[in-house]
């Protein structure tokens, strides 16, 4: 299967770092021509992947991004909306802000986003719209109530916005990572006896890599997935597919 996103117009969100950044670039070594919105950027971006400065949670700012792409590339294809934050702590512990800004960055800004862009595909009767969310989203963990809670409302978003631009041939679908090391997450700086505990949830027992989830985004990017929409695809190497998947590693 040749999986051809040539001249493809592509924004990727929280592109400046991180698995954002590797998607950036993994789109761009595809053929397409890659826009990245971000805050900030590390200076390790391709020179021809295009960075616009956007904050999701702006409604003014994220128009101006997607303006700016339409004015540079014509058009949009595809949009990945991958910026998010990681809030962590238990509900008494939990500030309004820090609950809040979670929602607002995870949700608010994937609602901002597809918006603004739906309204870029609408007349051309295409496009594809992918949402990070989460593991968390399928299974929650005891101090991830607001990032939990941010990621359970991406996926039913999506499913809600797959049926609202299905008559414009428009799909939108979710995908769920588990545990790519991240500077978000510190997973690559765990002591080994913590490291080991998170990777017996595993089925495939190794850390996910962001290539991982550029694999299934690059497919879902393509004219091959032209009949999936309104979904969450699971790619956490098999995390929880049973309930001690370590025991067929020992």
């Not at 949009?76 to 991958?82: E, M, P, S, Y």
């Not at 901002?112 to 299974?139: Q, T």
């Amino acid at each position: 299967m040749h999986l051809d996103l040539s001249d493809r117009v592509v924004v990727v969100t929280g592109a400046g770092r991180g698995i954002g950044r590797t998607l950036a670039r993994r789109f761009t070594a595809e053929g397409a021509h890659v826009a990245a919105l971000d805050l900030a950027f590390e200076d390790d971006l391709p020179e021809q992947i295009a960075r616009i400065t956007c904050d999701v949670t702006d409604p003014v700012s994220v128009q101006a991004a997607v303006d700016a792409v339409v004015e540079r590339h014509g058009t949009i294809d595809v949009l990945v909306n991958n910026a998010g934050v990681n809030v962590e702590g238990r509900v008494a512990d939990l500030t309004w802000e820090r609950f809040r800004r979670c929602l607002d960055v995870n949700v608010g800004g994937v609602f901002l986003v597809s918006r603004a862009v739906a309204e870029v595909m609408k007349p051309r009767h295409r496009g594809r719209i992918l949402n990070a969310a989460s593991f968390a989203a399928i299974v929650p963990s005891v101090g991830s109530a607001a990032y939990a809670a941010s990621k359970a409302a991406v996926v039913q978003f999506t499913r809600v916005l797959a049926s609202e631009l299905g008559p414009h041939d428009i799909t939108v679908n979710a995908y769920a990572p588990g545990m790519v090391p991240t500077a978000m997450n510190g997973f690559a700086d765990l002591p080994p006896a913590a490291a080991d505990e998170l990777l017996d949830t595993l089925s495939l027992r190794r850390w996910e890599s962001a290539d991982d989830v550029a694999d299934l985004l690059v497919f879902l990017a393509s004219d091959a997935a032209s009949y999936i929409t309104g979904t969450l695809l699971d790619v956490s190497g098999g995390k929880l597919a049973t309930q001690i998947p370590a025991r067929a590693h020992r």
